[in-house]
């Protein structure tokens, strides 16, 4: 199993990156997968199954009930992004969550990047893409301690809070010409599934 770095993994070819796709269009839903997402997290035949059987949910395949409030979290914040018409894409990448691999025993943490790209009032693609954290760096060593003045650190601490500390947790990436090829790359080497 191919297990890598976000650093590594993003600048690979999209069938090796565990992305999946939901398109929601007049009140019918497909779902995409990338070759890798099949192999390694829920194949097709999984995810169909599961929207017909009506069940359960199709996440449900790979991320336990517990990492839906960040799951959530994340969804909203994408939709709060289109506060007006033609609102240009904004991936953000969400807390790290855990995933179910297949063929593997217990969870994986990993980071998600989500975008919601809403076409018109019938037709929207959230996309989901999972990669491993990248390795925090090691230091030989000891960091000097930057002296902070008092009125530096009353400011910090007048801007600590909760909105704080989730927006935190959500950054937001530059969609660019770069992103968008990549999108439509992607897009090309989809497998749909159809329900």
Same mark, same amino acid.
């Given at each position: 199993?191919?297990? *890598?770095?976000?650093?590594?993994?993003?600048?690979?070819?999209?069938?090796?990156?565990?992305?999946? $796709?939901?398109? *929601?269009?007049?009140?019918?839903?497909?779902?995409?997968?990338?070759?890798?997402?099949?192999?390694? $997290?829920?194949?097709?035949?999984?995810?169909?199954?599961?929207? /017909?059987?009506? /069940?359960?949910?199709? /996440?449900?395949?790979? *991320?336990?009930?517990?990492?839906?409030?960040?799951?959530?979290?994340?969804?909203?914040?994408?939709?709060?992004?289109?506060?007006?018409?033609?609102?240009?894409?904004?991936?953000?990448?969400?807390?790290?969550?855990? $995933?179910?691999?297949?063929?593997?025993?217990?969870?994986?943490?990993?980071?998600?990047?989500?975008?919601?790209?809403?076409?018109?009032?019938?037709?929207?693609?959230?996309?989901?893409?999972?990669?491993?954290?990248?390795?925090?760096?090691?230091?030989?060593?000891?960091?000097?301690?930057?002296?902070?003045?008092?009125?530096?650190?009353?400011?910090?601490?007048?801007?600590?809070?909760?909105?704080?500390?989730?927006?935190?947790?959500?950054?937001?990436?530059?969609?660019?010409?770069?992103?968008?090829?990549?999108?439509?790359?992607?897009?090309?080497?989809? /497998?749909?599934?159809?329900?």
């Amino acid at each position: 199993m191919d297990l *890598m770095p976000a650093d590594e993994a993003s600048s690979r070819n999209p069938d090796s990156r565990w992305v999946w $796709i939901r398109e *929601m269009k007049c009140g019918t839903s497909r779902f995409y997968t990338s070759a890798a997402f099949s192999r390694d $997290i829920a194949t097709w035949e999984s995810i169909q199954q599961t929207w /017909k059987g009506n /069940k359960k949910q199709v /996440k449900d395949l790979w *991320m336990s009930s517990d990492e839906y409030r960040g799951y959530t979290q994340g969804f909203i914040h994408q939709i709060s992004l289109h506060n007006s018409p033609d609102v240009p894409p904004t991936p953000t990448l969400m807390p790290t969550t855990r $995933i179910r691999l297949r063929g593997r025993k217990g969870t994986v943490q990993v980071e998600c990047a989500m975008c919601l790209h809403i076409v018109n009032l019938d037709h929207a693609y959230c996309f989901f893409e999972y990669f491993l954290p990248a390795p925090e760096p090691s230091f030989s060593e000891p960091i000097p301690a930057v002296q902070v003045s008092s009125q530096e650190t009353m400011d910090d601490s007048l801007n600590d809070g909760v909105l704080d500390d989730f927006l935190d947790t959500i950054e937001e990436f530059e969609w660019n010409s770069e992103n968008e090829q990549l999108l439509q790359t992607f897009e090309a080497s989809l /497998k749909p599934l159809f329900v």
